[in-house]
């Protein structure tokens, strides 16, 4: 049973492009949330969806950054115009209910220049 | 509110030792205490969680000991090896599992 798989695990970018970081989550969650990492900090909540819907975005900067989780295929998390300060490490965590335990994937490590 | 203190930042054990990690949260409607264990390069892994009706959970030479009058909770690590050498994260979230807000880590190392 594999874990969350998350692709790439290194990005680099540079100034100005778009990052586009895929999770697939285990098999049989149906629920799935983004972290964000920075050097030596705890993980920051971004988002929270479900199949087609994004339940919670409260942790998601307001501009440039969107995620979706489709009905097929894995949910993306998407970075418009990226700045050195979007560098960190990613990561994607789901669960198969809201009330269990988050599984995390290993992260995208982007990095922009 | 939202937070949740983590100390100390980084911590040195020696092997066989207990180590002892912290945290404290403001918001009484946290209901799930998970801690997460994280090797360089890695996820977070979860390690033991806690729920507010219970004061101490106990899994292998870890333990999760809870205040909820205090409004804090501890890791405790006993027999401490090499290999527990990593960064450990509490988390605190309402409503089960959803949106778990982390504290800032903890560097253990457990020297030989």
């Known amino acids: 049973n594999a874990g969350v798989m998350q692709n790439p695990r290194h990005l680099v970018r540079r100034r100005g492009q778009e990052a586009r970081l895929r999770c697939s989550p285990m098999?049989?969650?149906?629920?799935v949330y983004w972290y964000r990492q920075l050097p030596e900090e705890g993980l920051k909540f971004m988002v929270y969806l479900q199949k087609e819907n994004i339940i919670d975005e409260s942790g998601m900067p307001k501009e440039r950054f969107s995620a979706e989780f489709p009905k097929e295929g894995p949910s993306i998390l998407r970075i418009q115009q990226v700045v050195r300060g979007d560098s960190a490490a990613y990561f994607c965590a789901s669960s198969p209910t809201v009330l269990q335990p988050q599984h995390f994937g290993d992260g995208t490590r982007l990095s922009i220049l | 509110q939202q937070q949740v203190k983590q100390s100390p930042q980084s911590l040195i054990v020696q092997k066989g030792g207990i180590s002892i990690i912290n945290c404290a949260y403001e918001?009484?409607?946290?209901?799930?205490f998970p801690w997460y264990q994280q090797f360089p390069g890695k996820g977070p892994a979860l390690l033991i969680a806690?729920?507010?009706?219970?004061s101490e959970k106990k899994e292998g030479r870890f333990t999760i000991s809870f205040n909820k009058s205090a409004k804090q909770f501890s890791l405790h690590i006993m027999d401490s090896q090499p290999g527990d050498s990593a960064t450990y994260f509490c988390a605190a979230s309402v409503q089960g599992a959803q949106k778990l807000v982390f504290g800032q880590g903890t560097r253990l190392t457990i020297n030989p």
């Open positions: 918001n009484t409607a946290f209901d799930y």
């Open positions: 098999k049989g969650h149906s629920h």
């Open positions: 806690i729920r507010p009706d219970v």
